[in-house]
């Protein structure tokens, strides 16, 4: 439950949201599974897993869209600006955002 020095490099970064093609799936998968055996936390494993079995890795810097990270007010903002409403977020949502983290779909209405 401490630091441990690795000799090898780890990737990071929120990994809620994750794409890739079907022919990097079965080593992203294989990776996947040697990090949980090894309780690699999920922020490193994912990332990392997915640099060693894609030919090609886009992230936010390299594409228009960027994520939107709420907490607290910010995300309290968020969801009274759509009236907790799925159908309001999905009609109106930000055209310049990849995703918005967290959504607790617990508090949002499907109507």
Aim: net charge neutral.
């Amino acid at each position: 439950f401490g630091k441990i020095n690795l000799e090898y490099p780890l990737i990071t970064g929120y990994s809620d949201f994750t794409v890739l093609d079907k022919e990097s799936m079965p080593k992203f998968v294989k990776y996947c599974g040697v990090f949980a055996a090894g309780n690699l936390f999920v922020e490193s494993a994912i990332p990392t897993a997915m640099v060693m079995s894609c030919k090609n890795v886009k992230t936010e810097s390299n594409i228009d869209k960027k994520g939107v990270v709420l907490w607290r007010k910010d995300r309290d903002d968020f969801e009274e600006k759509y009236n907790n409403s799925l159908k309001d977020l999905f009609s109106n949502f930000p055209s310049s955002a990849l995703f918005v983290h967290p959504v607790k779909l617990s508090v949002w209405k499907n109507d």
